[in-house]
């Protein structure tokens, strides 16, 4: 009986026998019914299905922060939205109301709803204005508050432009509280005035998204991030040291009456403004504030040095 094992022909795999080719291409086909057909493609779909579910956990809300331009908003909650009292009178201001409150929530409308808008992009300009009113509303609670401190701290709204300011942290503004009329302005705490955003894409947004009360309001709230009007004494800028380290006399100072103070000293900022003012001249003269070029109003910048000089303002 002949044997199914020979030797191989090289003399130095001599001792290794293998097996003959018909029982190789059994043992191959035995290896293929083993492997299941969709192993391989179960694997890929396993592998995309994380990516996806990303994908779909992104809300409306976060999204639209997200855009470019976006990045001065704060996330509303949920469950402020849904509190029908934060939303009064906003469905006279927005139209198709219902529909855009929808959108926001992530709230699929009925078929029978959506077959009577003729284009969803007018659905989509409705929710961006109704969660820029929502939004305007939001941000003067304590949570909306907190986000907008931690937003403020970060320096996600720029710095003042003021050279004098020394690039002290704005705040975004409207100038009103209505949509439609003005832009978003940037209001530094430091000299009190309002400047454009630096960037073009900021000029889109509406500035009543954030209404003209929410600036004031934060500084009242959070007296240790903002400078106090009152400056230090000695300091260039101040009403007692004059602009530029000019010194003159306040006249308020020569009365010894007892002023009654209505101001107290924590219901001040807490940092040390800057008060520098700048100082036109020429070949090293200060330029006459009675020249018809000369410097016009200049006290509007100065500080006072003392809670007493506030309250006779």
Wanted: contains cysteine.
């Amino acid at each position: 009986m002949a044997s199914n094992i020979r030797a191989r022909d090289d003399p130095l795999e001599a001792e290794l026998p293998y097996v003959s080719g018909e029982q190789i291409e059994e043992d191959e086909e035995e290896e293929e019914e083993d492997i299941p057909v969709g192993a391989y493609e179960d694997e890929i779909y396993e592998s995309e299905s994380p990516s996806e579910s990303g994908t779909e956990s992104l809300t409306w809300i976060s999204w639209f922060c997200s855009l470019p331009g976006h990045e001065y908003f704060a996330e509303v909650g949920e469950d402020f939205i849904e509190d029908d009292f934060n939303l009064t009178g906003l469905n006279a201001l927005v139209p198709f109301y219902k529909e855009a409150l929808e959108m926001i929530l992530d709230v699929e409308p009925p078929e029978e709803d959506s077959l009577k808008i003729p284009d969803v992009s007018i659905v989509e300009s409705s929710a961006e204005l109704l969660y820029g009113l929502i939004h305007q509303r939001y941000i003067l609670t304590r949570h909306g508050m907190q986000q907008m401190v931690d937003k403020y701290e970060a320096g996600h709204f720029g710095y003042c432009p003021r050279v004098f300011c020394h690039s002290h942290p704005v705040l975004p503004c409207g100038r009103s509280d209505l949509p439609g009329l003005d832009t978003v302005k940037l209001f530094c705490p430091n000299c009190v005035d309002n400047y454009s955003p630096p960037s073009s894409r900021f000029h889109g947004v509406d500035g009543a998204f954030f209404g003209t009360t929410f600036p004031h309001l934060l500084y009242q709230c959070y007296r240790d991030l903002f400078p106090s009007v009152v400056a230090p004494k000695g300091e260039a800028g101040s009403s007692a040291g004059g602009v530029d380290g000019e010194e003159h006399v306040d006249s308020s100072q020569q009365h010894d009456k007892p002023v009654h103070r209505t101001i107290q000293p924590e219901q001040l900022g807490k940092r040390i403004p800057y008060t520098r003012t700048y100082t036109p001249k020429i070949y090293g003269f200060k330029v006459s504030e009675y020249a018809k070029t000369g410097p016009r109003m200049k006290w509007m910048r100065l500080r006072p040095t003392s809670l007493d000089q506030l309250d006779r303002v």
